[in-house]
């Protein structure tokens, strides 16, 4: 039995996940030998040059290398309360205790501000004083904005529209940039939905 993971969300430059690939599944339980409890995977990521599967748990804990996994964990043994909690908060299991649990995890759903808010992620539409936003795909004013000596026109603050981008596994929405007129997140991993 596996349960669906979230994307693995980091904050971690290109350089140090370029050898990992999402896992979108994931065991129940897992733990090492030298742990006292029972952790439930988050997220996870596959080392492509190595043999080697990491969950990221959701108290915080990483799992990795020789590890075990449990759709139940063996009777009497205990399981992490965070891990618990939060996976069925979150949508991944059942709540353990019958009554409906809540917890959002962050950087999952698409942000109320749109990522490309403030910045010069758009394309100029005739006039000059409107742009289509690269990211969401919405109609906003242009404003003059950075300092005198730097000036640059922005795209306003403006709610997320109905077209955003697909995130990137990784990054999500926070590192988005331009090629050739297309948004892509920095690291250059192809978004994933
Ligand atoms: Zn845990
Ligand atoms: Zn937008
Ligand atoms: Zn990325």
Redesign the pocket.
């Known amino acids: 039995m596996t349960v669906a993971l979230l994307p693995p969300v980091s904050s971690a430059p ?1 350089e140090f ?1 370029a050898d990992m690939e999402p896992l979108a599944e994931g065991p129940r339980f897992v733990r090492t030998r030298g742990m006292s409890r029972w952790h439930r995977p988050r997220s996870g990521v596959r080392f492509t040059n190595r043999d080697r599967t990491v969950y990221g748990c959701w108290c915080g804990y990483g799992v990795g290398g020789a590890f075990l996994s449990a759709d139940e964990p063996p009777a009497g043994e205990p399981v992490c309360a965070t891990c618990e909690g939060r996976a069925a908060g979150a949508g991944q299991d059942d709540s353990p205790t019958g009554r409906p649990l809540i917890f959002n995890p962050r950087h999952i759903a698409p942000p109320k501000n749109c990522p490309a808010s403030r910045s010069s992620l758009f394309e100029e539409l005739p006039g000059g004083r409107v742009g289509r936003c690269l990211a969401c795909g919405d109609m906003q004013p242009l404003r003059a904005m950075g300092g005198p000596y730097n000036p640059r026109y922005a795209i306003v603050q403006h709610p997320t529209g109905q077209a955003l981008v697909a995130p ?5 929405w926070r ?1 988005l940039t331009t090629r050739n007129g297309v948004v892509v ?5 192809e978004p994933t939905s």
């Open positions: 290109a996940l990137c596994p990784f990054h999500r590192q997140c920095a690291c250059g991993r």
